[in-house]
């Protein structure tokens, strides 16, 4: 299995829903990470697990909170979001954490909309 | 000035052409990887390079340390290789940075 799945594929919330964005691996991964991608940019790095602990948090805003409850699930919980964070959100995972040569295996994103 | 910039942005070729991607970058890297975006999302990663030439298929991706340079050549393109392909290095931080992606587009 060499699959990263994302649940839902499209979200859309309103600015005082409370939702979470699902991302599972069952390849033995141990360095997890979320992306936000705006249309026609590059992914930006939001967190980074590594062995279940948060190691990165690129000054994402609070109202993004990461978890991850084992080795092969992370969850990203939103809260209170504003329409500029409608984007693409990849979840990527990687076997060892910090090592540069490694391939990190994107999932297929899920698409949200803040209204 | 960003760290990695792509060339071209843009890129339409006639079916069966020989493509070629350009990567510079400006900072010390361990790893170089070359990944590749379909509408609708999903990213693939097609190489990883920290020296040398790797080949795939119909594709081919050589990197320069000396010169912080890295090309993707598509050989006997088809419409199916149309994506954004994205270049992104690992540096000191060990996190990847992309490129800004050229958007390929092989016509029939």
């Known amino acids: 299995d060499t699959e990263v799945t994302q649940t839902p594929k499209h979200l859309v919330m309103g600015m005082t829903n409370k939702k979470s964005l699902k991302c599972e691996q069952h390849?033995?991964?141990?360095?997890m990470y979320w992306y936000k991608q705006k249309a026609k940019k590059p992914p930006e790095l939001m967190f980074v697990?590594?062995?279940?602990?948060?190691?990165i948090n690129e000054s994402v805003p609070s109202r993004f909170s990461p978890e991850c409850p084992n080795s092969s699930l992370l969850n990203l919980h939103l809260h209170a979001l504003q329409p500029e964070d409608s984007a693409l959100y990849l979840c990527?995972?990687?076997?060892?954490?910090?090592?540069?040569?490694?391939?990190?295996?994107f999932g297929p994103g899920t698409r949200l909309t803040v209204l | 000035k960003n760290e990695v910039e792509q060339s071209p942005q843009n890129l339409t070729a006639q079916e069966g052409e020989f493509i070629t991607i350009n990567c510079s970058y400006s900072?010390?890297?361990?790893?170089l990887h070359w990944l590749q975006q379909h509408p609708g999302g999903g990213i693939v990663s097609l190489f990883m390079?920290?020296?040398g030439k790797k080949k795939h298929g119909r594709l081919i991706a050589t990197i320069n340390i000396q010169e912080k340079h890295s090309s993707l050549h598509i050989t006997a393109s088809h419409p199916r290789d149309s994506a954004v392909y994205i270049c992104?290095?690992?540096?000191?931080?060990?996190?990847?940075?992309f490129g800004s992606g050229t958007q390929l587009t092989v016509l029939p």
């Open positions: 900072v010390g890297i361990s790893a």
């Open positions: 390079l920290s020296s």
């Open positions: 992104a290095v690992v540096g000191s931080a060990r996190q990847l940075t």
């Open positions: 697990y590594s062995y279940e602990k948060l190691s």
């Open positions: 990527a995972s990687s076997p060892r954490p910090g090592e540069s040569t490694d391939t990190q295996y």
């Open positions: 390849m033995g991964h141990r360095a």
